[in-house]
């Protein structure tokens, strides 16, 4: 059976993506066989098509870190083995996000820094959790090595690990998911995070960091619709205040706050939380400013891969430091975000921070992304499928 990809080839050191008519023997094996309707673009799959070193090893290659589609075919026999290279010892593929130069890998012992990563166990071979799904099966796939190394939701058709793939929600649309992507799922496991750790609506602000990207303004959606007091950080207040404020932010702040934050050993502590996705200096002056006993969710890297902090806020206040691992989290965390999404954590703007485009649009919101000039979330549709 044919289908239509967004596939990307280094040719003479450069990347170039093209709009191809594929086989589908031409995807791995595994055990379902997936018609895609939508996919979104991130920064990981900007990367991606761009050949950035430390994301995909293979190309030609299709990229896509997110899809949502139906089961075509449940297949109970696969043969789907991970490349040797690209394990960890614990059977889970290496993140590409824990490469050098493109995730931050917080080294730091003590009470005051956690990890939201689990065993996932890797490739699942046959057995139960083909018993999950039927042909005909609404699925959202995010996570594991999906559009890192295996063929992603820039193609129209996919073939994955059942263990990939989480049941839509009945009062989720496929645009919807798609609209959330892996920003909105990332968005969630913090707030997940965040909730774990005691920090309740009507508590102290919980500050927002690269507010106008993906994942920050999914975030400040989900919080506002938790019932929190968002305080959103951008490095421009006047150009984006507004835009903000209509997605759920009660205050602006400017960015150039949190960087001179970042040189004091303790800043005033002003917010219950953060979710950093920009790290660097900004998640220094994030933890700075977080009140006693407050914890930062750090999830994303565009600001710099390192960051240097004081301990005085862990040992004076007691704040914690969370990573989030929205590729490799535990299938009940999945669970319980993605029905969150689609329930109490659904901001009433989400159709509003999102723009739709076609596999031909692709190339020019990869551009954005790597500009650091998009803003809010693009979702890929696939009509044929629709």
Wanted: net charge negative; aromatic share 4%.
């Amino acid at each position: 059976m044919p289908f239509t990809a967004y596939r990307v080839y280094i040719e003479d050191g450069k990347p170039v993506g093209r709009i191809e008519t594929l086989d589908e023997n031409s995807l791995p094996d595994g055990e379902l066989t997936i018609a895609v309707t939508h996919s979104s673009v991130n920064y990981k799959d900007a990367l991606s098509a761009r050949g950035r070193p430390g994301v995909t090893r293979r190309y030609p290659h299709i990229p896509g870190i997110d899809a949502v589609g139906r089961v075509i075919a449940v297949n109970e026999q696969p043969h789907h083995e991970q490349p040797a290279s690209h394990k960890t010892d614990d059977g889970r593929q290496a993140d590409d996000q824990a490469a050098v130069g493109h995730r931050s890998t917080a080294q730091a012992t003590g009470a005051g820094l956690a990890s939201t990563a689990r065993p996932a166990g890797g490739h699942a071979s046959a057995g139960p959790a083909t018993h999950r799904f039927s042909p005909g099966d609404r699925v959202i796939v995010t996570g594991f090595d999906f559009g890192v190394n295996t063929p992603g939701g820039f193609g129209s058709m996919i073939r994955v690990p059942a263990d990939w793939a989480i049941p839509l929600p009945e009062r989720l649309s496929p645009l919807d998911a798609m609209r959330f992507g892996t920003a909105g799922f990332t968005a969630g496991l913090s707030l997940l995070e965040i909730e774990r750790s005691g920090v309740e609506p009507g508590s102290r602000p919980v500050l927002v960091t690269g507010s106008c990207g993906g994942v920050g303004s999914v975030a400040i959606g989900v919080l506002h619709a938790a019932g929190f007091t968002v305080h959103a950080a951008t490095r421009s207040p006047e150009e984006s205040g507004e835009r903000l404020r209509s997605i759920g932010a009660d205050e602006v702040v400017a960015t150039d706050v949190l960087v001179g934050d970042s040189e004091k050993a303790l800043a005033k502590g002003q917010w219950a939380a953060a979710i950093d996705t920009v790290g660097g200096s900004v998640l220094s002056g994030a933890l700075a400013g977080l009140q006693r006993a407050g914890v930062a969710t750090a999830c994303g890297l565009v600001g710099g891969s390192r960051f240097n902090a004081s301990v005085m806020p862990f040992i004076l206040r007691g704040v914690r430091l969370v990573g989030i691992d929205s590729a490799y989290a535990s299938r009940a965390d999945r669970s319980e975000v993605w029905s969150r999404l689609a329930g109490p954590w659904r901001p009433e703007a989400l159709a509003a921070m999102s723009s739709e485009v076609e596999l031909d649009g692709i190339n020019a919101v990869v551009d954005l992304l790597l500009d650091g000039k998009h803003r809010g979330r693009t979702v890929v549709t696939h009509g044929g499928n629709s």
